[in-house]
């Protein structure tokens, strides 16, 4: 692949999704768009990005799917969602008037496990939650893998990844060498298309919000805004969750830590001193 095709995909990309590439990159752009170019029936990956640029959303759409990495399993990380559960639900729950829905984004949700790991850990703590309303919100950029979420169908090694037996076992049938997950499941999860570039105001205001492991492939300046945008969406007393590898440090000054744990993010109100959080 020439130069300038290679700096044409970066570019694209860089616009569209945030998603920031770099020359050495070149295998991986020829693995993920050949395909594409294939299915197509573009001569090069040069078309292709002809034909996007001229306005084909449709195979816009795809080079973005294409170009985007998904990897995701059941309870990633595991500390997020110990968090998820002995902190933030309890603390909510502790403030929050019965009547009042705790609504919840997995804002770049990839094929499902993270929004169907929250909902399996709400079932386990019904008892806590005093008959609240839990909504849980997930989006991704790409169509392709909100269509795999949507469908709640999983190949033997996703299974195995993350997810105990029992759970398995309680909330998915097996459909030839697959799992998928209940319907019942799959109905409690509002998913949606939606770029982490675009404006969030339209969005509402969410208690929690888990972004998890897609920061990592966007620059700072990228980082900063949607850390703002995030801050402005969050109740004041709600929180955000990062991946791993990411974090506010250097990049904004809209959130500070939990006085507990400090992978917890509590979003500071523009301009206003550090709040207090409750011990
Ligand atoms: C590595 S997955 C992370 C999934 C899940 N949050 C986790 O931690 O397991 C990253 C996801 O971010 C999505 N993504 C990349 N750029 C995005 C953007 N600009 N807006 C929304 N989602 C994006 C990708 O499509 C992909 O599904």
């Not at 095709?5 to 570019?11: D, F, G, K, L, Y």
């Not at 386990?124 to 989006?139: P, Y």
């Not at 208690?207 to 995030?230: E, H, S």
């Not at 990411?246 to 809209?254: A, I, P």
Request: hydrophobic residues 40%; contains cysteine; proline residues 5%.
């Amino acid at each position: 692949m020439s130069t300038p095709i290679i700096n044409r995909v970066i570019q694209f990309i860089s616009r569209s999704a945030g998603i920031v590439l770099t020359a050495e990159k070149a295998y991986f752009i020829e693995a993920r768009l050949s395909p594409v170019v294939r299915e197509e029936k573009a001569a090069s990956i040069d078309e292709l990005m002809t034909r996007a640029e001229r306005g084909d959303r449709r195979i816009a759409q795809r080079i973005v799917d294409a170009l985007t990495t998904n990897e995701t399993f059941f309870f990633r990380d595991k500390t997020p969602f110990d968090h998820f559960r002995n902190i933030m639900i309890p603390e909510l729950v502790s403030r929050r008037p019965p009547g009042k829905a705790i609504r919840i984004w997995c804002a770049a949700c990839s094929s499902g496990q993270e929004p169907f790991s929250l909902i399996m850990l709400l079932d386990e703590m019904k008892a806590q939650l005093g008959g609240r309303n839990v909504e849980i919100h997930a989006s991704d950029i790409s169509e392709a893998i909100l269509s795999k979420a949507k469908a709640g169908l999983y190949n033997q090694f996703e299974v195995q990844r993350g997810l105990p037996t029992k759970l398995l076992l309680q909330y998915f049938t097996k459909e030839g060498d697959n799992w998928k997950i209940s319907q019942d499941v799959v109905r409690r999860v509002n998913f949606f298309k939606f770029n982490l570039l675009e404006d969030m105001r339209n969005l509402g205001t969410f208690d929690i919000v888990f972004c998890r492991n897609v920061l990592i492939y966007f620059d700072r300046p990228t980082r900063g805004k949607i850390f703002a945008q995030i801050a402005d969406r969050l109740a004041p007393d709600g929180f955000m969750m990062l991946g791993g590898a990411e974090s506010t440090f250097g990049v904004t000054d809209r959130f500070t830590s939990h006085p507990k744990e400090r992978m917890i993010h509590l979003p500071l109100a523009q301009r206003a001193a550090p709040r207090i959080a409750t011990a």
